[in-house]
Nanobody, 118 residues
């Protein structure tokens, strides 16, 4: 069973940076496409950043230029480096592992709260 554990959230001021981590319980990157989502209060969960099946990356318009998704295969960990944070970035951030392999399920982490406020 795949487990994803996020960490690194917290309270920061506008303009500051934060790095989120998502540790997978096993080596899954060859079978899953990793992504970060977020959900703000009263809003739907939205995609923030993702790796693609070809190994590239995609970002939401709001994240482009400010956020960077990366991974450390040896540590089974995916990161989301966030800079120039804004109050509207306040949300619970979730790590997601998506697969197209028959018989395997997608997985979500428990989420980590990011609050951007002065």
């Amino acid at each position: 069973q795949v487990q994803l554990v996020e960490s690194g959230g917290g309270l920061v001021q506008p303009g500051e940076s934060l790095r989120l981590s998502c540790a997978a319980s096993s080596s899954i990157f060859s079978m899953y496409i990793m992504a970060w989502y977020r959900q703000a209060p009263g809003k739907q969960r939205e995609l923030v950043a993702t790796f693609t099946s070809s190994g590239g990356t995609n970002y939401s318009d709001s994240a482009k230029g400010r956020f960077t998704i990366s991974r450390d295969n040896g540590r089974n960990t995916v990161y989301l480096q966030m800079s120039s944070l804004k109050p509207e970035d306040t949300a619970v951030y979730y790590c997601n592992a998506h697969t197209v392999i028959p018989g395997l399920n997608d997985h979500w982490g428990q989420g980590t709260q990011v609050t951007v406020s002065s």
